[in-house]
């Protein structure tokens, strides 16, 4: 007889909907619930208004609801230590404790975890003192990156073509603080080029499982113009990851990083998103996150064959080793449909309409990310607003159908990218 489980998510944006999606196609799940969660989530799960970061309310919560198991999508709850408060309070959680979530809380432990275990990344060093990184940019070759030591979402990453660009870039982050204590310490990081791949792992504190890759777009406007956004699209698999790609990964990278966290007495149990670069010497570690990405968990989770609860209940106890994850051999390609001027400024408010066109079309996703319900029904709330995933046999396919979707759905100020998955067409050639 299947145990039936009490879940609650931590989150409430496109990623944590596509988690609640999987959890809710579980043959195990009997109630979900969300904290925050958002008006798609709502649907499928009760959604309770608890902040993210309120660690005491979401462990009463939980208590009180004799939750069975607790998934905490989002970074920050994870860097601040939920993990640990859950556990610490006799519940059961996946994610990394905090002591772990680390790989993705500080780039400056990240970079020296990684040279210290021969792990392939770019040439770095890191300062806490902004005189001393001003004398080394004299020295350095442009362009440089400069990266905020702490979470920043995901904007603590300067890139400077020129000395003087630079130095204003270590104002910026280290005097200004404009990305507040994240800007305490900074690495500074070799330029390096190629094609980025995220590739996202389930991990037990020794096994690691890898899931079918992932391309995001991160910048706000086609042809990868304009500013850096949350993720603006993506599509899984990625054909630039080869065989030959993942072999030197698994080889070089994944089991290295899990391995590397145990022997630091770190052990790190949850999700591992390797952020790669490909570059002519071979597959780089650009970044580590503690966590799904958003919205790369949109094309690869719709793409997974396993049920996600067994696949989290084995990185909880230890037996992920017993376990193969198995993909569709098909496609996936999510377009994102944003407010009008994210990531700056934007009118929130307007009411979607379309929704229900996703209702019962197989193949079909729309996961909200920045939704509310309110007496007009369901409007915008945010920058990136949904997230709209198609499959299909190909890549062309699905992102045919993709884009054919994302005109079912209709908002004041929508606006999209056009050419999310054009890399596709490349890989062909
Ligand atoms: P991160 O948050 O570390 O992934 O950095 C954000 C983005 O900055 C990455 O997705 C890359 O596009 C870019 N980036 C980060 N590090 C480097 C690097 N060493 N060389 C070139 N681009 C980089
Ligand atoms: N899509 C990138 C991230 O989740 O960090």
Redesign the pocket.
């Known amino acids: 007889m299947v145990i039936k489980m009490k879940i609650l998510i931590v989150g409430g944006g496109g990623r944590e909907h596509a988690i609640a999606m999987s959890v809710a196609r579980s043959g195990r799940a009997d109630k979900i619930y969300c904290a925050p969660g958002n008006a798609g989530i709502g649907q499928i799960a009760e959604c309770v208004p608890i902040g993210a970061m309120e660690f005491d309310k979401i462990v009463a919560f939980a208590k009180e609801k004799a939750i069975d198991l607790t998934i905490v999508g989002m970074d920050d709850p994870l860097v601040g230590g939920l993990v640990d408060e859950l556990e610490a309070a006799g519940l059961r959680v996946f994610g990394p404790k905090k002591n772990a979530a680390i790989l993705e809380g500080s ?1 400056a432990f990240s970079k020296d975890l990684m040279k210290k275990y021969n792990i392939p990344t ?1 040439a770095y060093e890191t300062f806490d003192d902004p005189q001393a990184a001003l004398a080394y940019l004299e020295t350095a070759s442009m362009p440089v ?1 400069l ?1 905020a030591d702490g979470l920043a979402l ?1 904007k ?2 300067l ?1 400077c073509n020129t000395l003087e660009e630079a130095k204003d870039g270590v104002r910026t982050i280290m005097e200004d603080k404009k990305f507040g204590t994240a800007g305490n310490r900074m690495v500074i ?5 190629g094609r ?1 791949v995220s590739v996202l792992s389930f991990v037990d504190g020794k096994t690691i499982r890898i899931m079918s890759s992932a391309q995001d777009h ?1 910048r706000a406007q086609d042809g990868n113009q304009g500013l ?1 956004t949350g993720g603006m699209g993506t599509f899984s698999p990625s054909p630039f990851y080869t065989k030959e790609v993942d072999d030197f990964c698994r080889k070089h990278i994944y089991q290295a990083t899990v391995d590397a966290m145990a022997a630091e007495g770190r052990p790190f149990k949850g999700i591992i998103f390797f ?1 790669l ?1 490909l570059t002519e010497k071979g597959p780089r570690v ?2 580590y996150n503690a966590r799904f990405g958003d919205p790369e968990a949109q094309v690869v989770l719709p793409r997974m064959k396993n049920d996600i609860l067994d696949v989290i209940d084995a990185c909880i106890d230890g037996t992920l080793e017993q376990t193969e994850l198995v993909f569709e051999e098909n496609a996936a390609v999510c377009v994102i449909l944003a407010s009008n001027g994210y990531p700056l400024s934007y009118e929130k408010g307007f009411p979607i309409r379309g929704l229900e066109q996703f209702e019962n079309k197989e193949g079909y996703y729309c996961f909200h990310a920045g939704t509310k319900l309110t007496e007009q029904g369901i409007v915008t709330n945010g920058g990136r607003v949904l997230g709209v995933t198609a499959t299909g046999a190909t890549l062309q396919e699905a992102r045919a159908n993709a884009y054919a979707a994302t005109e079912w759905i209709d908002f004041d100020n929508k606006y999209m990218r056009r050419d999310i998955g054009k890399a596709i067409d490349e890989a062909e050639k």
């Open positions: 780039k770019a990156v990266k995901g603590g990453v890139i990081e070799e330029f390096i080029t980025e991160k850096n952020g670069m650009l970044e």
